[in-house]
């Protein structure tokens, strides 16, 4: 039973782009790996970008950042 947990930041991701994004990861999981979609599991979890670091500052504080 394949299992795919994906994280991205909470930036305004449509309920239906992440529609699109389980059904393509389901999709390549079953072309790829043979998998029957109906043993497949896929999450996606959002953070907000307060909770998402890189490069030691926040998301948030990135975003800000000119250029």
Same mark, same amino acid.
């Not at 930036?11 to 979609?37: C, D, F, M, N, Y």
């Given at each position: 039973m394949?299992f795919?947990? +994906?994280? #991205?930041?909470? *930036? &305004?991701?449509?309920s $239906?782009?992440?529609?699109?994004v389980i059904? $393509? #990861?389901? *999709?390549?999981?079953?072309?790829?790996? &043979?998998?029957?979609? *109906?043993?497949?599991?896929?999450?996606i $979890?959002e953070?907000?970008?307060?909770?998402?670091?890189?490069?030691?500052?926040? +998301?948030t *504080?990135?975003r800000?950042?000119? &250029?």
């Amino acid at each position: 039973m394949p299992f795919v947990s +994906v994280r #991205i930041t909470r *930036e &305004g991701v449509t309920s $239906e782009q992440k529609a699109q994004v389980i059904a $393509e #990861i389901t *999709e390549t999981l079953q072309r790829v790996l &043979g998998k029957p979609p *109906e043993w497949t599991h896929i999450v996606i $979890e959002e953070v907000d970008t307060d909770n998402w670091g890189h490069a030691g500052l926040t +998301v948030t *504080e990135q975003r800000k950042q000119p &250029g």
